[in-house]
């Protein structure tokens, strides 16, 4: 039965949803931050043995955050210079930053020595390596351009720098029980912004104006940012894979999708939900009550390992779950993207769940992702429902994140 | 006289300045930039001559739309893998693009070829660079990640990498006639959306409130986005030269510092105006007016120049005019920063207007740039004056085209 069917007063309303993290929540999410660093830096620190180094330099701004406990916003460090940027050695961790910064570095990583420099890394690039000890140094190649990386290595010809990838990002997997309340709080923040937005949906809005009073209902309502731009697809733009808001009327009888995610406290949210402008045609229906199954079957594969105690599927064989649902049906195809990602302090991090991922590295534990499979028919609609689910292969449990409901949504009736 | 003597009915009024860009005006500007890219294309291929290269090979966002007209939006550099990466031949220029991206390349890059690839740059490496008949290619190395250069140095023995920096930077500090327009059109929206602001501003607003009233009017008057997060800096904050908008009420006898900018069709704005809450000190009121005298002795050292048709000065030379007015008063302590950037795809880029700025380099022609000096006094409060200023040597013109007075002006009373 549909939405539709039971009227509109089944329709979620905002307050089902978790509000806002008060003050003090967040404070204490500060606080467990702190208490967790440590952990993180021996994980990491762990790595230098095998690959022989005895530091590691890094830039990404995830990473910034996530071992030293300094922010900078989204597109901040396009401007910040070096600042951020941070060296750990193998007893201490040292971070960067110019005048602009040197009261929030101090504020935000306490436990960090400060190093004040301004765009001349290079020039000190030898004392801040010597400080802590350090002659080969691990380096986030992915992340530092080629002209920095030239201008360190002639500045130096005593310290190595050694190319590394993926070591945070393997680490940042696997969350801690804080991380979690955090992307969950973050979906609140999104759930309760489309509840509030499906009474103003009507046709003849632009995809562009909701898109930006959903925006708005998120960054009034608990959202310090955006997880990314909002998606607002109509009609057969809903069958792009990449597509952007348009100033165009959303009209009766075509499908609405909302890709979207807040960010509460760093960490981020990304749900997608497709809906019923007026009557929705039984085709359409259709499509979308074989999306649903395709994402329960996924959902439903990892329950039964996890209720079994047993190995956790790889990211291959859930998307497998969800794809054969569709590829069994026959009518129509299957998403040509991903099942899902990883999500955290980045919107899209490991683990990844795909008909690419590694056959052989089942999920970890602790972890979150989204499990988001569609159908795209070009030129008419398309379909995609996306969620978020933590699973906790020790405790045999698995959490739906999002919690706006997935039953077909009919609306500006 | 200040606004507060008399009266309120002298702010600016949002009427005062230029609406929107109608849709006729955003199409023109699109057929300008198709007209134009030729040109920009000869100045990029005049240099490979003497770097001894036969291509360029190219991925900071600003380059893409600027070179082939492809666009990516704010950070989605961050997920779009190679799409709108490209390499400018000594014939044609190529685009690269996955399939989510390919149909937009073909609308907004029509005269280039599209190069499909997805993640597999560097086995594509050699096809692509022998498509274009090249053997040394210019690379930018500042934006090339050092994972991406070693990749592609491995793919390819044959072709060899030579790095390159700041040559579109450089052609890009020089504007035509129609980017001049659109850094005026977002200049428009932030001094309108600040007129808005006006009345609505009154003690006990919070900081962050403002910065997203501030927000909204722009986006939702003809900004397709934010130049760079508005800063609202009450009291003392004002006096921090880097600091975000906090969830703390503004105060009547403080300074309310708001620094912000609008993107209109690619090109951006940045202003800064302090204004005050309630009656204010004379000693704030003399600050105030110290950096307004600051301001306008740049400006009038660039209008003498090219009223004479004199070679015009350089980024310091105008930096030093500005800052000898508060050095030689003496009171407060000038601007640490420089005094101004230049502006366009960017919010910051060149010329460069401060104390380091090259000593010989004089500014070039035609140009926009920001002259914003400031006086920060540390705990108590900060006055910063932000206008946008074209230069046009040939026409021997300064134009400003942040329109917003830059006379006291009192909120909130």
């Known amino acids: 039965?549909?939405?539709?069917?039971?009227?509109?007063?089944?329709?979620?309303?905002?307050?089902?949803?978790?509000?806002?993290?008060?003050p003090a929540q967040l404070a204490e999410w500060e606080a467990l931050d702190r208490v967790a660093r440590p952990a993180r830096l021996r994980r990491l620190r762990a790595r230098f043995g095998e690959a022989g180094v005895d530091a590691y330099f890094g830039v990404r701004p995830e990473h910034m955050r996530y071992l030293t406990g300094f922010r900078l916003g989204s597109g901040e460090d396009k401007v910040a210079g070096q600042s951020g940027q941070f060296l750990v050695g193998g007893e201490e961790v040292v971070v960067l930053a110019d005048s602009r910064y040197t009261i929030q570095a101090g504020r935000e990583a306490p436990e960090s020595r400060l190093f004040e420099v301004y765009h001349d890394l290079p020039s000190r690039w030898t004392e801040l390596v010597a400080s802590v000890g350090a002659r080969r140094v691990a380096v986030e190649a992915a992340f530092v351009p080629?002209?920095?990386?030239?201008?360190?290595?002639s500045a130096a010809a005593e310290v190595e720098l050694v190319p590394v990838e993926g070591w945070v990002e393997a680490d940042r997997a696997t969350k801690e029980p804080a991380e979690l309340e955090r992307i969950g709080a973050a979906c609140a923040v999104a759930d309760r912004a489309l509840a509030a937005l499906l009474p103003r949906i009507r046709p003849g809005a632009t995809e562009l104006e909701l898109a930006m009073a959903l925006e708005w209902e998120m960054r009034t309502s608990g959202a310090e940012a955006l997880a990314f731009d909002v998606a607002c697809l109509s009609g057969a733009q809903a069958a792009l894979p990449h597509g952007a808001p348009r100033d165009q009327p959303i009209a009766a009888g075509e499908v609405l999708l909302f890709d979207f995610g807040a960010q509460v406290a760093g960490y981020r949210s990304?749900?997608?939900?497709?809906?019923?402008?007026?009557?929705p045609a039984e085709r359409d229906l259709d499509v979308y009550r074989l999306v649903a199954r395709s994402q329960r079957a996924a959902i439903q594969l990892l329950e039964a390992r996890l209720a079994e105690g047993a190995a956790l599927p790889t990211g291959r064989e859930a998307d497998?779950?969800?794809?054969?649902?569709?590829?069994?049906?026959?009518?129509?195809?299957?998403?040509?993207?991903?099942?899902g990602h990883g999500i955290g302090l980045a919107t899209h991090e490991a683990p990844s769940l795909g008909r690419?991922?590694?056959?052989?590295?089942?999920?970890?534990?602790?972890?979150?992702?989204?499990?988001?499979p569609g159908i795209y028919l070009e030129g008419e609609m398309g379909v995609r429902i996306e969620d978020l689910v933590a699973i906790d292969a020790t405790a045999g449990r698995l959490e739906r994140l999002t919690r706006f409901p997935s039953t077909p949504i009919v609306v500006g009736r």
Chains 1, 2 share one sequence.
Do not use: C, K, N, Q
């Open 1 to 22: 039965m549909t939405a539709r069917a039971r009227g509109a007063s089944s329709w979620p309303s905002p307050a089902d949803f978790a509000g806002p993290p008060p």
């Open 146 to 153: 080629h002209s920095v990386w030239r201008a360190l290595e």
């Open 270 to 279: 990304d749900m997608t939900r497709t809906l019923f402008v007026g009557e």
């Open 320 to 339: 497998a779950a969800a794809r054969s649902v569709i590829d069994e049906d026959g009518r129509w195809p299957a998403y040509g993207h991903g099942l």
């Open 356 to 372: 690419s991922a590694a056959a052989v590295a089942e999920l970890p534990s602790r972890t979150v992702f989204s499990v988001e």
